[in-house]
């Protein structure tokens, strides 16, 4: 991954800018660990190719280009191991919202509070925007507690805000202001 463009968090741990010759490491990480991530992501059992891998960096590149969305790959000792983004990027009223996914390995080492950590000053230095939210899963204990973590203050629960594996799920969301950022 040494000819890729990425940004340093620690000396194991970037971001990594997309390109479409990733499409088929980013789809052996969702489908070697699809157990795990279909808990509280729908995408993962109509993901079964890297084709739709492709055509969803593709959709996030284009986000990219319009400032309605930014798509970072996570890379740990040069593989990658998960994804944030930054989508709903609504730049008239400086914010977004922030999602996240990190393959089972790669738990409960505090990766993911660091990767936040600085995709939020990303989104607040050197993007120009003033709110982030996460969405969160009321049984996701992890992200949950990732929010927290960063500073993120709770907001409340959405009762069942969205439809997943036909049930209704509750989502906590959370917010975090510039101003508080540190």
């Given amino acids: 991954m040494k000819h890729y463009f990425y940004l340093e968090i620690d000396e ?50 284009e986000g990219y280009i319009n400032e309605t969305d930014r798509l970072f790959l996570i890379a740990f000792d ?3 191991i998960g994804c944030i983004d930054l989508h709903f990027i609504d730049t008239n009223n400086k914010k977004a919202e922030l999602g996240y996914w990190l393959h089972s ?30 969405r969160a899963d009321t049984e996701n204990k992890a992200s949950n507690a990732v929010a927290v973590k960063n500073g993120f203050s ?17 989502l906590n969301k959370y917010s975090l202001l510039k101003t508080d950022f540190s």
């Fill in 105 to 134: 390995s790669q738990t409960n080492k505090g990766i993911m509070s660091k990767v936040v950590k600085k995709v939020c000053a990303i989104a607040f230095e050197d993007m120009g925007l003033n709110k982030l939210s996460i």
């Fill in 78 to 80: 040069q593989n990658i």
């Fill in 12 to 61: 194991s741990l970037s971001l990594v800018q997309p390109t479409l010759s990733m499409a088929h490491e980013l789809f052996e990480v969702i489908d070697s660990d699809r157990k795990h991530l279909r808990k509280f992501l729908d995408f993962v059992d109509t993901t079964t190719s890297f084709e739709q891998q492709e055509q969803y960096i593709k959709m996030k590149l």
């Fill in 154 to 170: 709770f907001v409340g629960t959405d009762k069942s805000d969205i439809i997943m594996y036909d049930k209704f799920r509750d």
